[in-house]
């Protein structure tokens, strides 16, 4: 069973499979975690596709690390 990215509950320990999509809910989920300032960019969205195994906590924490830094 693959995780639904439109409608299932994403929180920190979340994890990343080959069926990820940058959607709205995601997209809410880093603006809590990362404030009001997050944005997609290039550089990061090819950092996400790399396919290591990652949380969406490690997703939040690498945006914060590039962009608050």
Avoid: S
Avoid at 13 to 22: E, M, V
Avoid at 35 to 59: C, H, N, P, Y
């Amino acid at each position: 069973m693959t995780f639904d990215w439109h409608a299932g509950p994403i929180t920190r320990a979340t994890r990343l499979d080959k069926h990820y999509r940058n959607t709205q809910r995601v997209r809410q989920f880093l603006r809590e975690e990362c404030g009001e300032t997050f944005r997609f960019d290039r550089a990061f969205m090819a950092w996400i596709k790399r396919g290591e195994a990652l949380t969406m906590g490690d997703v939040a924490d690498e945006w914060r690390r590039r962009h608050l830094a």
